[in-house]
């Protein structure tokens, strides 16, 4: 009996005294009260979430999606602005390819914002006001950024202000119906006002401060004022939500939203004129190329820093000419079209504005490929490397192949105006691909057929439209180091030049509807003037000259692969006029054998690339994983 | 030991196979839905492309008043058929090139519901009466020049009273292919034409004879051509209407 009293005694003991505290937070998790504490804690929290933020950068390509390293159909390429042999026409954002999908990644920077302007009110007491409603300013920007992603792409969509939790709340509650088109640009509008007032003038490098928010204000109500001003999709809901589009009436009203917001960032932001000089076209050139590597450029609104090894990208290896081709095998992906080329200045033209490549009939005859653009905008060469033009030290050589025929009375165009066809193999010699066998020039000299970075007619790992791209290439990057994920330059997101060009754009809008508030015409004037001046372009002589075309293309000029124009195609819905059935142009440099002289010819993409924007592509397709989730989330007209 | 594992191995088969007696035996879609979109004033079908033209739109609300909608594509001649849906209660409209069936007003007030609830069973058959946004019709009969290029003569018009379904007229397109499915969504780009027009220009164009020649140069003689011509205004999703089919033998 004994017995039993010591065991049930000792069971007794041990049962009540062991483990007395089970329920404690897994010590292998990071806890809310380790990061809110401290400002490093903070920082890191912040880091993480603007690595989601979801922007279309180094990592982003429509086939691919965002944050992904390999970007082989680049943006460019799907808007006309180029030609690249991986991407054979126009494109939505990959819908059920994307896994996850841009919607889902979304919604999670949303989460993670909501999460952090809840949790840090209750670690308030750790710091002053000023700092607490700094973060809080900036989690709301963050949020309105990503929602400015979900809105440009999906029109309206459902409004998350909350943490949602599960159990906690029935299905019901989270199945969060679409807002109109309408509200979520308003919302947008509201959590950037937030920001604007809440943060301080000055934050780290990358990191969003008053100004950025207002900036992003700019570009987003300018999207808004567009859809209101040239949409003509309508989709309600049984409520009587707009999910697409905008009343029209509401036009003005975001217009002057976009122009007061970017007039909000006068005199904190300039252009980058450091090594500018007034008249001097390799000032400005060189200015306009180190504008994208200056660290301390004043015309940086906001970036996404990149630092290898940690947090890189493939730039460079996708994008060198051929001739400066890395390890990996990549090169000369993004090559611009001659649609893009042709709208700069200083170069030769006819009178609809094509490029001009002969005379009477006949082609025009030049000593070297640079000499058709010895007078080129400075901003183009900045842009675009033309054929001949310097690049890394070395002449990028692009030539489509030696022209053997007679030149007596000068040669004729190799074929009918806006013949799609094939070149003649007659009098032309030329090369499929890099490994050349040279010819023999009348003068028993030999040159290759092709130049070092093409043009060839097989593997097309080359210019395929006589020109490659320099925006965004590092100039001095040696090539033992143009490799994949080895480039790490700063992606500048908001240049202030972006933000002057929202501001003529709106200003331009408002003046054509009809607002005589202000004189908007002339500061539409003033921006792009001050834009052109920069780029060492022409500038424009009096508010006459401009016109809708003017303002945006001026646009395309200046943040041409900067991967905003499909986005701008868009919310003019001008993008399935532009693309019906087009086929882009490119400019083919031959080299005469009898002349010793070099002859341009115009012609459209050898590849015959068509492309045709889908009407319904102006509001993205939702994922149908989405909408098969939910049963209130309605889809997008025609999918 | 090797026994045992042998007896466990076939007991683990023996219940895998034995177990699970319910199988799937409701029984397959069997059920055929067919019909046609037609003109309301002529009668006519409404030609469209197959896929990305004019859909049937299928909200099964036997149990659920909230469905996923089902979508069915028409035929280029404006005919759908499915013979493979489960018997039950749908409420089913109509999407293409003609003034929707459903309009809701900025409210979200259903304005006009011309959908028809319908309880589909062994073979239903349904046809929705529409007023197309353009009529294109043919103007005597294509021909194939002497330069090898083919010459058609159209004319649209409006096919509809309602202003809110007037916008301007955008283009008109001849589309060429080498077989009878021809529209946007399948031509041949090397000859179809295309005469597009700006702002409200082509409005004045409505109800006039046009002509349109292929382009691209002569084409290789001695087969069929189809042909085909479209023409679409401003409005929505922008869906051509179309004339019918024709067919050009080139000598």
């Not at chain 1, 607490?132 to 979900?150: C, D, K, P, Q």
């Not at chain 1, 372009?537 to 499909?566: P, Q, S, Y």
């Not at chain 2, 090797?2 to 035996?25: E, F, T």
Request: glycine share 8%; hydrophobic share 35%; proline share 4%.
């Amino acid at each position: 009996m004994k017995k039993y009293t010591y065991i049930i005694v000792s069971v007794l003991i041990c049962w009540v005294s062991a483990c007395k505290k089970l329920d404690v937070a897994p010590l292998n998790i990071v806890q809310d009260k380790d990061v809110f504490t401290t400002a490093g804690g903070i920082q890191a929290y912040m880091s993480r979430i603007y690595s989601e933020l979801p922007i279309e950068d180094f990592r982003y390509s429509p086939q691919r999606g965002l944050n992904f390293f390999w970007i082989i159909s680049p943006f460019p390429a799907v808007t006309g602005e180029a030609l690249s042999r991986d991407q054979n026409g126009a494109m939505q954002e990959n819908v059920d390819g994307l896994n996850p999908s841009t919607w889902s990644l979304c919604y999670k920077a949303i989460r993670d914002a909501n999460y952090f302007m809840e949790t840090l009110p209750q670690y308030a007491s750790n710091y002053t006001p000023d700092q607490v409603n700094s973060w809080l300013g900036e989690a709301r920007f963050i949020r309105a950024a990503t929602y400015f992603a979900l809105v440009k792409r999906y029109g309206g969509v459902p409004i998350i202000e909350k943490v949602q939790t599960y159990p906690g709340s029935t299905i019901d509650e989270l199945n969060v119906p679409r807002t109109s088109e309408e509200k979520v640009y308003d919302f947008i509008a509201a959590d950037l006002d937030y920001a604007y007032t809440n943060m301080s003038d000055a934050n780290q490098v990358g990191r969003a401060n008053k100004y950025v928010a207002a900036g992003f204000k700019s570009r987003a109500m300018l999207y808004a004022g567009s859809i209101a001003k040239y949409n003509t999709t309508t989709l309600v809901d049984k409520d009587g939500n707009r999910l697409c589009g905008i009343p029209s009436s509401k036009a003005i009203t975001y217009f002057k939203a976009a122009y007061d917001a970017a007039a909000l960032l006068d005199g904190h932001y300039s252009l980058y004129k450091n090594s500018w000089a007034a008249g001097d076209k390799t000032a400005q050139f060189n200015n306009y190329v180190n504008m994208f590597f200056d660290a301390k450029s004043a015309e940086n609104v906001f970036v996404r820093q990149y630092h290898y090894p940690e947090s890189v990208h493939g730039y460079d290896a996708y994008n060198v000419p051929r001739q400066l081709m890395g390890a990996n095998g990549y090169s000369s992906e993004v090559n611009p079209t001659l649609n893009f080329v042709e709208l700069f200045d200083g170069i030769p033209k006819n009178a609809d504005g094509t490029i001009k490549t002969t005379t009477g009939g006949k082609y025009d005859l030049y000593t070297n490929t640079m000499d058709l653009f010895a007078n080129a905008e400075p901003r183009l060469r900045a842009t675009v490397i033309l054929p001949g033009d310097q690049f890394k030290g070395v002449n990028i050589e692009i030539r489509r192949g030696i022209y053997t025929g007679s030149s007596a009375g000068g040669i004729s165009p190799l074929l009918p105006a806006g013949s799609t066809s094939n070149y003649p193999t007659t009098n032309i010699v030329q090369s499929s691909n890099a490994t050349q066998e040279p010819y023999t020039l009348p003068d028993g000299s030999k040159m290759n057929p092709a130049g070092l970075s093409g043009v060839f007619t097989g593997d097309q790992t080359d210019a395929i439209s006589g020109f490659s791209v320099r925006k965004w290439l590092v100039p001095d990057k040696p090539t033992s180091e143009v490799l994949e994920n080895r480039s790490d330059q700063t992606w500048i997101e908001l240049r202030y030049a972006e933000v002057l060009l929202n501001r003529a754009e709106a200003a331009y809008e408002l003046n054509a509807l009809g607002q005589a508030d202000k004189d908007y015409l002339t500061d539409a004037f003033t921006q792009i003037n001050a834009i052109r001046e920069r780029a060492g372009a022409d500038l424009l002589t009096g508010t006459g000259g401009l016109t809708v075309n003017v303002v945006r293309n001026e646009r395309r000029k200046e943040l041409g692969f900067e991967n905003k124009i499909w986005w701008d195609m868009r919310r003019w819905r001008t993008a399935d006029k532009e693309q019906n059935s087009t086929v882009y142009r490119v400019l083919m440099p031959f080299y005469s054998a009898n002349d010793k002289k070099y002859f341009f010819d115009a012609r459209t993409d050898e590849r015959n690339a068509r492309y045709t924007f889908d009407v319904r592509w102006y509001y993205e397709q939702i994922p149908q994983g989405e909408i098969a989730k939910s049963a209130v989330l309605i889809q997008n007209p025609g999918y | 030991m090797k026994k045992i594992l042998y007896i466990l191995a076939m007991g683990v088969l023996v219940g895998a196979g034995s177990s699970c007696k319910k199988i799937d035996n409701y029984d397959a879609p069997n059920v055929t839905l067919t019909g046609s979109v037609v003109d309301a004033t002529t009668g006519a079908g409404i030609q469209t492309e197959q896929g990305s033209g004019t859909r049937i739109k299928l909200l099964e609300i036997s149990y659920t008043a909230n469905p996923t909608p089902f979508y069915i594509s028409s035929m280029q001649d404006g005919t759908f058929t499915n013979t493979k849906l489960f018997a039950g209660t749908n409420v089913i409209s109509a999407e293409g090139p003609f003034v929707p069936m459903v309009q809701t007003d900025d409210a979200g007030k259903t304005i006009v519901d011309e959908s028809q609830t319908v309880q589909i069973k062994n073979t239903t058959t349904v046809t929705f009466k529409v007023h197309p946004l353009l009529r294109v019709e043919w103007v005597g009969t294509p021909t194939f020049n002497a330069d090898g290029t083919i010459t058609a003569q159209v004319k649209f018009t409006r096919g509809t009273d309602d202003p809110n379904f007037q916008q301007d007229i955008s283009d008109v397109y001849l589309f060429v292919n080498a077989t009878k499915y021809v529209g946007n969504n399948n031509y041949d780009n090397r000859y179809s034409q295309q005469i597009t027009y700006d702002g409200s220009a082509g409005n004045a164009a409505a109800g006039t004879t046009i002509t349109i020649t292929t382009k691209g140069g002569p084409m290789p003689g001695k087969r069929d051509y189809f042909i085909r011509v479209g023409a679409r205004t401003n409005y929505g999703l922008k869906y051509y209407n179309y004339t019918d089919v024709k067919t050009v033998a080139a000598p």
